[in-house]
């Protein structure tokens, strides 16, 4: 294994870097100390022919005016809280709204925002960045003073490992994710629409006009939602399914069956042949395929087009503290949170 660290930039006097860890096979992860925003990951298709397969924006001054997510450690909370409101033994919290009425991925100061201290670990199977940051009271509105670990392992058999640790001092809501988007052709101008997606996921859940869970968990077989056989993303996208034409796309939270052996879900791009599996111990992963195109930053000095790539956030599912039967998202004093999200890449031909 092999770790490099540069500089990537400065923000407000403080330096930015980036590390790439690379493993035997030329496969690699790199990310940032902003954020703990990954901004690469090159894997090799079919043929050998090793390309970026994730969506970055190239300035951290786009990162910082704009907030695009991409690739960034998402939290405290991920998602929408609705109206920004939510008890804790009876105690009601308010947050600062960051999107209409809800607080989004985490208000105004999520995780994505902060510069983590960074630490290096590696091995003959296995190489490590461990980030770590310790949120204040009252960051972005919520209580305790929350310290937070999330290491990113890439291994030699090319899986991508996240561990989220947390502890606090009062208890709190702390739901973190990862929002990278893939796009496995390596080109972010061509869209994800053929990449066939397959969820080990029984359930969908419909969203309001807000993007905030209805309430219910729906079955999703026979529906466009149906990903139980693997399918291409436009056959979903391009229903006229009533949820779907609302976003233009999907953006929907999956109730996960639990892992067991096998993959939770599995992305496959027919052209190059490359393949991402994820398994997480959450119970849902949002899946948002980049309804919109965003021309207020540039990628290759183009806007960045519509379904330019798809977002697997494997998270508990959102607004849970609001929503009966969704999970629980509150850690409290003497608790230890950990969780594991791992994707694993590949190459086939169908
Ligand atoms: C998340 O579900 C949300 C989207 O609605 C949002 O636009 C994006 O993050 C930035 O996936």
Sequence with gaps: MDVTKKVFGYLEGQEVREYTLTNSQGVSLSALSYGAIVTQIMTPDKDGKQAN???????????VDHRPFYGAVIGRVAGRIAEG?????????????????????????????????????QNEEAASLIFEYTSPEGESGFSGTVKI?????????????IDYRATTDKPTLFNPTNHV???LTGDVRTSILDHELQLNSPYFVPLNDQNIPLGEWVKSQGTPF????????????????EQI???SGLDHPFVLNSGGQGHQGKLFDPVSGRTVTFTTDRNSVVIFTHNAEVDDFTLFNE???????????????????????????????????TSRTLYSFSCESH
């Design 53 to 63: 397969i994730t969506l970055n924006v190239d300035s951290l001054s786009d990162m």
């Design 226 to 241: 149906d990903f139980s056989q693997s399918k291409p993303l436009k056959e979903a996208v391009g229903s006229d399914d």
């Design 85 to 121: 409101q939510y008890s804790i033994d009876g105690q009601p919290y308010s947050l600062p709204q960051n999107e209409g009425k809800s607080t989004l991925h985490g208000g105004f100061e999520g995780l994505d925002r902060k510069i983590w201290a960074v630490q290096t670990v």
């Design 303 to 337: 806007p960045v087009r519509q379904y330019a790539g798809i977002a697997l956030e494997t998270q508990t599912l959102p607004d849970a503290v609001n929503q009966e039967g969704f999970g629980d998202t509150v850690i409290r004093p003497g608790q230890d949170f």
């Design 245 to 247: 034409k609302a976003r």
């Design 149 to 161: 670990q999330v290491t990113y392992t890439l291994t030699e058999a090319n899986e991508w490992i």
């Design 181 to 183: 988007y893939f796009n």
